[in-house]
């Protein structure tokens, strides 16, 4: 006795193949999509050579007040703005 496959139904197969194929069309467009971009500065000025600052005291998130000597001999990002 030969049993019938059931009518209207598909064949677990089937839908894994479609399930994988899925699966690798969206990994390829992923890896398209969202591949490393190089970084460019869209808002900045780079100065050729470092610029003298004159000397300043301002006041940390602390409390404390710090100048110019606390940042002297390495680099530094400041930021003034609203976030």
Do not use: C
């Amino acid at each position: 006795m030969n049993p019938k496959p059931p009518r209207g139904g598909s064949h677990p197969a089937v839908l894994i193949l479609v399930a994988l194929a899925f699966a690798g069309a969206g990994a390829l467009s992923a890896g398209y999509w969202l591949r490393p971009q190089p970084l460019e500065l869209a808002v900045a000025k780079l100065y050729p050579e470092p610029r003298e600052l004159a000397d300043f005291e301002l006041t940390d998130g602390d409390g404390d007040r710090f100048g110019l000597d606390r940042w002297r001999g390495r680099w530094d990002l400041v930021f003034f703005g609203f976030t």
